[in-house]
């Protein structure tokens, strides 16, 4: 269990930020410049905040009050930095056991090669950190972390430095580490597909102050925060369950929200649990069961929600799907021409297409159905 | 051709007794060396700059004032003299310890700022890095900012043997030049070239000091080339 308030001035920047973690993954989510990377920063003990109090499980690291601060090499905080910081003068493998001379001693001694195993860098272990690429960096800055024995793994933006192709490369690996290691993480990013497809707990971020906590599920699908999770990139996350394949066109049956999704073929059994982010920009909606459509995809549900953007030309809808929220994104006229009021019976059409790799998540144990979602 | 290279036991003595001063000026420099160049990179404080142009006084103050200044602080009556004769056996006066010292102070800045140059270069966020790794600070010194400082310490260290090998003027000042204790070979060949006669031995001499310079050079070229290598690939 993760606690942190932090109470911090920079210039003219005041970070306030109170928020608590579970086990799993907990995304700090907001644009640069919300407070995110001091946040961590501050849990780390890089920096000493004027008012706070952090503690991670039973460890207090920091309690300005009782003048308590952990100093960061005491603090057992594993820390994965956006630009990797790989000791340039040492191999891989030294620098992957650079903090086991300094952590507890464990009795685990097959834990350097499952993590080695786990992050897939056994072929780099005798190389110097500038022949690799940038994945390559970042996984032995992950392993290299993991290895000092955290009782917390916090990083920043890990993934930001990278082109598209080895993000995908890394991104199973972070999801691996949050379903195999029980260490918790806190992962700062400003990306909507890694909220989706990584965290358990949402936490948004926006000048310095913690703008809503829950569930990713829950909190992508608030209307009111659709200035803060991004207006193109934002949507909903639905929780899907694969109900079949069908090999002759290559697609995946997935049944979520009262419906069947059909979605580019997953490498999943039937009954697997699985993530889907639908953009509110690939989201149709028609008052009739539509038909003669190229569109696979139509949930039945209700408009719940319904969000003028200001009395600009965009509106923001919530729809109820059999329990699961789904967000469309649609003109005013639109939205005034069909009568689309809260209550309403609609049909949302989505493409199959819109699914793209990074929509479609594994979510973790406990990731899918935390409780902590808000009243 | 072998009577020009057989050196006299006066000529072998001033040969080695260079490279012995030049050894322990450079060995002696480098803690201090060490505590000057993280002091002015890292330290916060007033009288920075005071510090700053201490250590490089020796760089522009002529030869002879250094000599003379040791002369007045080392010397058998001088305070800092007394102090070292009494308390740890070291005198430095008319000695080749003085030689050292001498020689030393002189290749200071030089050492300093090779080290400054270098440690200014490390990244600070690799020593946080460290850090959150849990390695405390003086860890992190010795595994992170010394390893990475290396290329500059290499460098300040043949900087001050060079320049040790070199000094003349504050040594002539400060311990003479007494032959078998305090006479270098720019003494000697000094001494050499106001004898009438002295032109061979004086000829030989120059070019061992040509040939010792150009193995220095030489050195600190490999040596920086293989540090360089350690960080690149």
């Known amino acids: 269990m993760l606690h942190v308030a932090v109470a911090h001035r920079f210039g003219d920047f005041a970070l306030d930020a109170a928020f608590s973690g579970g086990d799993g993954l907990t995304v700090l989510f907001g644009r640069s410049g919300a407070g995110k990377t001091s946040l961590i920063n501050a849990i780390a003990g890089l920096i000493r905040p004027q008012r706070g109090h952090i503690a991670v499980g039973d460890a207090v690291l920091t309690d300005t009050e009782r003048g308590i601060f952990v100093p960061p090499h005491k603090r057992r905080i594993g820390y994965v930095f956006q630009e990797g910081r790989l000791f340039p003068h040492l191999t891989v493998r030294q620098n992957l056991l650079y ?11 097959g834990e350097f090669g499952q993590v080695v195993e786990l992050l897939g860098i056994g072929g780099l272990l005798a190389r110097r950190p500038a022949t690799l690429s940038g ?33 995908a490369e890394i991104l199973p690996y972070i999801e691996r580490l949050r379903d195999e290691t029980r260490v918790p993480i806190v992962y700062v990013s400003h990306s909507i597909p890694e909220v989706a497809r990584l965290a358990t707990t949402l936490v948004v971020m926006s000048e310095g102050r913690v703008a809503a906590i829950g569930p990713p599920e829950a909190v992508m699908s608030r209307l009111d925060l659709f200035p803060l999770t991004g207006r193109a990139e934002a949507g909903a996350i639905l929780n899907a369950v694969v109900a079949g394949h069908d090999a002759e066109f290559g697609l995946t049956r997935l049944a979520a929200g009262g419906g069947e999704l059909r979605v580019p073929r997953l490498g999943l059994a039937p009954g697997a649990a699985v993530r889907v982010r639908i953009r509110a920009r690939d989201v149709m909606i028609a008052l009739t069961p539509p038909t003669g459509l190229s569109a696979l995809n139509i949930l039945p549900g209700t408009v719940a929600e319904v969000a003028p953007d200001g009395g600009g030309p965009i509106v923001q809808l919530r729809l109820d799907c059999a329990g699961e929220a789904l967000i469309a994104r649609l003109t005013r006229r639109s939205v005034e021409t069909l009568g689309l009021v809260p209550g ?10 819109a699914f793209d790799q990074h929509a479609l998540a594994v979510p973790g144990p406990g990731g899918a159905d935390a409780d902590t979602r808000p009243g | 051709m072998t009577a020009l290279f057989a050196f006299t036991p006066a000529e072998t003595a001033a040969i080695l007794l260079s490279l012995k001063v030049a050894w322990w000026a450079m060995v002696w420099s480098v803690p201090f060396g060490l505590a000057a160049a993280f002091l002015l990179a890292r330290g916060r404080f007033r009288g920075l700059s005071l510090i700053n142009a201490a250590v490089h006084l020796p760089l522009v103050l002529p030869p002879v004032v250094t000599g003379y200044v040791l002369l007045l602080l080392f010397g058998r009556r001088g305070p800092l003299g007394m102090f070292f004769a009494e308390h740890l056996g070291i005198v430095f006066a008319f000695r080749w310890t003085g030689a050292a010292l001498a020689s030393a102070v002189m290749g200071f800045p030089l050492m300093v700022r090779a080290m400054r140059l270098s440690l200014e270069a490390v990244d600070r966020r690799l ?16 595994t992170v900012t ?88």
Do not use: H
């Open chain 2, 146 to 233: 010394l390893p990475l400082m290396l290329p500059g310490i290499v460098a300040g260290m043949i900087l001050s043997f060079a320049r040790a090998l070199g000094e003349f003027g504050a040594t002539i000042t400060f311990v003479s030049n007494i032959p078998g204790e305090t006479q270098t070979l720019p003494t000697a060949i000094y001494m050499l070239t106001q004898v009438p006669g002295g032109d061979a031995a004086a000829l030989r001499l120059t070019a061992v000091s040509i040939v010792v310079a150009m193995l220095a050079l030489f050195a600190s070229e490999a040596a920086a080339r293989r540090a360089a290598a350690r960080l690149a690939s």
């Open chain 1, 135 to 167: 994945g390559e960096k970042q996984r032995v800055a992950i392993g290299r972390a993991l290895l000092s024995r955290p009782r917390l793994l916090v990083m920043d933006e890990p993934l930001a430095s990278l082109d598209e192709a080895r993000k």
């Open chain 1, 344 to 353: 309403k019976r609609v049909y949302a059409v989505i493409k199959s297409i």
């Open chain 2, 127 to 142: 020593e946080a890095a460290a850090g959150t790794l849990g390695a405390n600070p003086l860890w992190v010194l010795v």
């Open chain 1, 99 to 109: 903090g086991r001379w300094f952590a507890p001693r464990s009795r685990d001694r």
